[in-house]
């Protein structure tokens, strides 16, 4: 069945730790998105990509960065966590095109203590 | 910039009604409106596309409208139920940019 993943669900961390945010999606779709959202707040696209090799900042700074080396695969990497990117984190994907719908996983809620 | 404006008090409604939601925007002109649902916790799913050549798109209970004049996209979803609250997102899109609603919360009481 074509879905999107993401792990971990949830993660809580230290300061200063280096974490890894899977998302990896099995419908061969080019297009892959990162967004942050707070809770009740509005979500901010912070990283896409429309295929591999192809990685582009989104609309809200983030000290993350992303890698595109294989079409199912999106991870998300922070360096060195900070109490300030606790949040939730969405991975989605959608079809080459310009109005195709987005596909969300299920998200990583991320503390960092 | 351009500006998405979504109702961010929750509507209430009683159950059997119809819920209507709104997104206004302005310095856009968008190719398409889409609209998505999200549960607390979870990512958004996605529920209808309506192209800015058309009026108006059904699904089942669900009817959106689309008004370039107005600049204006009216989500309706008739019969509601308890299982519809949520909270509805609207998106807007041109060719390879598009920009999210903040969100309207629906409660649909029994």
């Known amino acids: 069945e074509a879905d999107i993943y993401q792990t971990p669900r949830y993660l809580v961390i230290g300061t200063g730790k280096k974490i890894t945010l899977e998302c990896s999606q099995t419908m061969g779709h080019d297009k892959m998105y990162w967004y942050q959202q707070d809770p009740g707040m509005e979500l901010h696209l912070i990283h896409y990509s429309y295929g591999v090799n192809s990685t582009e900042k989104g609309d809200l700074s983030s000290e993350s960065t992303v890698s595109r080396i294989r079409t199912e695969h999106f991870p998300l990497t922070l360096e060195s966590a900070r109490p300030s990117h606790t949040s939730q984190y969405l991975c989605a994907s959608s079809a080459s095109g310009g109005a195709n719908e987005q596909y969300f996983g299920p998200g990583t809620r991320l503390t960092v203590t | 910039s351009q500006k998405i404006e979504q109702n961010s008090e929750a509507l209430n409604i009683q159950e059997g009604k119809t819920a209507t939601l709104t997104c206004n925007y302005t310095?856009?002109?968008?190719?398409?409106l889409q609209w998505y649902r999200q549960d607390p916790g979870r990512g958004p799913v996605f529920l209808l596309l309506i192209r800015e050549n058309e009026k108006e798109k059904r699904k089942e209970r669900l009817k959106v409208t689309f008004d370039t004049t107005l600049k204006q996209s009216l989500f309706h979803i008739t019969a509601s139920q308890p299982a519809d609250s949520a909270t509805y997102l609207c998106?807007?899109?041109?060719?390879?940019?598009?920009?999210f609603g903040s969100g309207t919360k629906l409660n649909v009481k029994p």
């Open positions: 998106v807007l899109g041109n060719f390879n940019k598009f920009y």
């Open positions: 310095n856009y002109s968008p190719a398409y």
